[in-house]
């Protein structure tokens, strides 16, 4: 167990406690590759606003789904649950087995209401919790005899709803940029040090991070470019390793994120270039081991 002591917070910039933060979010199959340079409340809100968009995105989950990487549940990422609309606005909702049932919805015009229910008998529990309410509004008792009334003049058509033939799904480009942003800048902290801190590029990127909802997606495709990597550099490491390098280059420093260790998964982020600024070994290179990878 690592004893929490005061850091600088690479994010606040605040003096505060450490909390073990996963470079690469833990969900996409890093185990023990972390920065001790976060505090518990940055840790947390990045956490929520940067990681669990990026891990949960359809592609991501797609990625991790084929490689059998487990989340912190300890259960693969479903790629097809959620409610879709389909059919001229109706709703459906799609379970972790791929079943599914239609939401019921209540819509009212000139006077009639008219409820849509996947059922007959879901029809009539939802018309009937409907006029409870209103009767209860009006100080009006609900007896056997309103509802025989009710269901006297309840018109109930039973049209079929055909299952959809394919679920819409879209990706969050914005959401994976920012992710992919995330770990180059833990990593660039962590190797570069406490320099890095006001670093120029670093301020512009902890600032993105810091209020995600501020930053448009231009913004943050000035420093970071999704650049699909040689295959024979980074095949060795597919869907085994993240692969993370750091290099300097004619007074730039810059970075390459190959996610799963994939060509199709590399992305270039600019970190400083004020390269004279830091000593470090260039290419600097990490292999994050994936939990559950290997193809």
Known sequence: MIEKKKIRCIFCGEHKESSREHII????GNRYFVTYDVCTECNNRLGS?????????????????ALGIKGKQNSLPNIIAG???????RKIRVDDEGHWSLLPAVKEENGAVQISASSKADGIRIVEENVKRRLKREGIEWTE????????????????VLPPETLPQRSDFRAIYFGVLKIAYEYSSSI???????DEIAKACR????????????????YIHHVPAPKDIVEPWTNKY?????????????MDVALYGCHAWNFQIQISD??????????????VPIAGGGG
């Open 25 to 28: 979010p833990e969900a996409l």
């Open 49 to 65: 606003e940067i990681d669990a968009p990026f891990v949960d995105d359809f592609l991501m989950r797609t990625a991790r789904k």
């Open 83 to 89: 409610t879709y609309e389909v059919d001229g606005g």
């Open 145 to 160: 005899d309103v509802r025989a009334v009710l269901m006297k003049h309840l018109k109930i058509t039973e049209q079929p």
């Open 192 to 198: 570069l040090g406490g320099n890095y801190f006001n």
């Open 207 to 222: 600032r993105m991070l810091n209020n995600p909802s501020a930053a448009s997606f231009e913004e943050i495709q000035r």
């Open 242 to 254: 993240h692969v993370l390098s750091l290099m300097m280059i004619e007074g730039i420093i810059g």
């Open 274 to 287: 004020c390269a004279s600024n830091y000593s470090f070994h260039s290419p600097h290179i990490d292999l």
